[in-house]
């Protein structure tokens, strides 16, 4: 249940992205973005776990931060195997995407999931 939550939540945050900055990144629906937020939660499953251990000593390196650029990373390949549904215009529009949700899921969590955890 947690995931689909995510998947939904993660659509919204797509949406509310495309419509501050509709000429770096496009969604062509609310439906186009539940599916980009589907594969790329597929692709969180599958290959982010590979490109964290293969740039392991840089994201040591960066203190964790060069975990925005492999979110990027998968951001990007949401685009390509979306099409033209769901378009990101640079890898720099991606690591802003990337930095943007991970602040935002970072704050839904501490306030919907935490307080659920409480109760």
Same mark, same amino acid.
């Given at each position: ?25 496009? @969604? ?32 040591? &390196? ?18 390509? @195997? ?20 991970? @602040? ?6 501490? &306030? @919907? ?7």
């Amino acid at each position: 249940m947690r995931w689909i939550v995510g998947i939904i939540i993660n659509a919204v945050l797509f949406v509310a992205i495309a419509g501050f900055s509709e000429e770096s990144f496009y @969604i062509s629906s609310f439906g186009a973005a539940i599916g980009a937020s589907f594969i790329l939660s597929i692709l969180n499953i599958l290959v982010r776990p590979v490109l964290i251990i293969l740039t392991l000593p840089v994201t040591l &390196f960066t203190l964790g931060f060069f975990l925005f650029v492999i979110n990027a990373i998968t951001l990007q390949l949401t685009d390509r @195997i979306m099409g033209s549904s769901f378009e990101i215009a640079s890898f720099g529009t991606a690591l802003l995407v990337a930095i943007v949700m991970s @602040i935002a899921n970072l704050i839904i969590q501490k &306030f @919907i999931f935490d307080k659920k955890r409480g109760e």
